[in-house]
């Protein structure tokens, strides 16, 4: 298993926000906190950028991935957005999660409350070639529904 140095930082007027930390040995996912200055209020189809006060330096070869916390999805219908949203390596700015509020009753997000979770992947080098032909599989193009009756 491979070990990768990831530096974080918190931005000034953040030092009570809770670091990134898993909530279990075996978890993938880092918990992530609201820096925001006072409560807010989601309503109902309402989506808004909550800031985490945290910057992240991470090696090329690895992207961060802002992914929805479970427990806030099956309890309030609050999930992020573009999940899983993607940290870049050369990102240096601000980590935010888009959250949204997929639920029938106003959310009030308070600040050093868990809002998303954040996994480590790595990633690939990819070079895309054109051809004038590609391979032939039995699934062919074949789309959505296409593998299943339902």
């Known amino acids: 298993m491979s070990l990768y140095n990831v530096q974080f930082k ?17 978890a993938s996912g880092f918990d992530l906190y609201a820096a925001i200055t006072e409560p807010i209020k989601v309503l109902p189809g309402e989506r808004l950028l909550v800031p985490t006060g945290l910057t992240l330096a991470m090696p090329n070869g690895l992207e961060a991935q802002i992914r929805p916390r479970s427990g806030l999805a099956l309890k309030h219908g609050i ?25 029938s009753e106003d959310f009030m997000i308070h600040r050093n409350e868990r809002v998303a979770q954040m996994v ?31």
């Open 10 to 26: 918190r931005l000034p007027g953040n030092e009570d926000i809770q670091i990134p930390q898993k909530m279990s040995a075996a």
């Open 79 to 103: 999930t992020a957005l573009n999940s899983p949203g993607t940290i870049d390596a050369d990102y240096r700015g601000e980590i935010k999660v888009l959250l949204i509020n997929h639920g």
């Open 120 to 150: 480590f992947q790595i990633v690939p080098h990819v070079e895309l070639m054109e051809v004038e032909e590609l391979t032939e599989t039995e699934r062919g193009s074949g789309g959505f529904g296409h593998t299943g009756t339902q």
